[in-house]
């Protein structure tokens, strides 16, 4: 079945880096764009990043722009997200999302993992 | 503040309909964008409910369905049941922002 599985939480004290993954099963990875959204305790979603299917596009969320960084391998059908110059206000679980047409950038987010959760505390 | 506005609760009693109104701009839904609605129950990860509008993933009970006029869009629940008591979200896309974006997200009580 379709499956998506984050990993690479933790906690990490601000200023600091992680790499989360989502590795993809089910279905023919390089056919469609991702998404990273974020949860933050007792908020709501909060829309991260954006890559295509080829990597050829990416688009951030000006709240992480120049410190969160996307990118996918497809040969390994995963998806990353590079964070750097962490800061509190990172704090939230971090969920990938499939777009839900071949090829389609702006779509429904149709399937989602689990989510991985990062905490950016001295 | 989020781009798309929801009211931060609504309730009604089991068998009963209730209605979550996403309203937006000329931006993102009066735009032309789609909307999509997703169901987030307690403890879990967001799950779609609606695409493209008033379209039902497969599995999707069609006492759910949505719509869109203008820079709003609704969600309608028909006959509730305990199990439907969530967060749902709204979500398009702005071009202002050249970004996607979500609802802040209304909490549905089953009474």
């Known amino acids: 079945q379709v499956q998506l599985v984050e990993s690479g939480g933790g906690v990490v004290q601000p200023g600091g880096s992680l790499r989360l993954s989502c590795a993809a099963s089910?279905?023919?990875?390089?056919?469609?764009?991702m998404h990273w959204v974020r949860q933050a305790p007792g908020k709501g979603l909060e829309w991260v990043t954006f890559?295509?299917?080829?990597?050829?596009?990416?688009y951030y969320a000006d709240s992480v722009k120049g410190r969160l960084t996307i990118s996918r391998d497809n040969s390994k059908k995963t998806l990353y997200l590079q964070m750097n110059s962490l800061r509190p206000d990172d704090t939230a679980v971090y969920y990938c999302?499939?777009?839900?047409?071949?090829?389609?950038?702006?779509?429904?987010?149709?399937?989602w993992g689990k989510g991985t959760t990062v905490t950016v505390s001295s | 503040q989020s781009v798309l506005t929801q009211p931060p609760s609504v309730s009604g009693a089991p068998g009963q309909r209730v209605t979550i109104s996403c309203t937006g701009s000329?931006?993102?839904?009066?735009?032309?964008?789609?909307v999509h609605w997703y169901q987030q129950l307690p403890g879990t990860a967001p799950k779609l409910l609606i695409y493209?509008?008033?379209n039902r993933p497969s599995g999707v009970p069609d006492r759910f369905s949505g719509s869109k006029s203008g820079t709003s869009a609704s969600l309608a629940i028909t006959g509730l049941q305990a199990e439907d008591e969530a967060e749902y979200y709204c979500?398009?896309?702005?071009?202002?922002?050249?970004?996607?974006?979500f609802g802040g997200g209304t909490k549905l009580t089953v009474l």
């Open positions: 089910g279905f023919t990875f390089s056919n469609y764009a």
């Open positions: 000329s931006s993102n839904i009066g735009a032309g964008y789609d």
């Open positions: 979500q398009s896309y702005d071009s202002s922002l050249s970004g996607w974006v």
């Open positions: 999302a499939k777009t839900g047409r071949v090829g389609a950038t702006k779509a429904s987010m149709d399937v």
């Open positions: 890559i295509r299917y080829d990597g050829s596009n990416k």
């Open positions: 493209g509008n008033s």
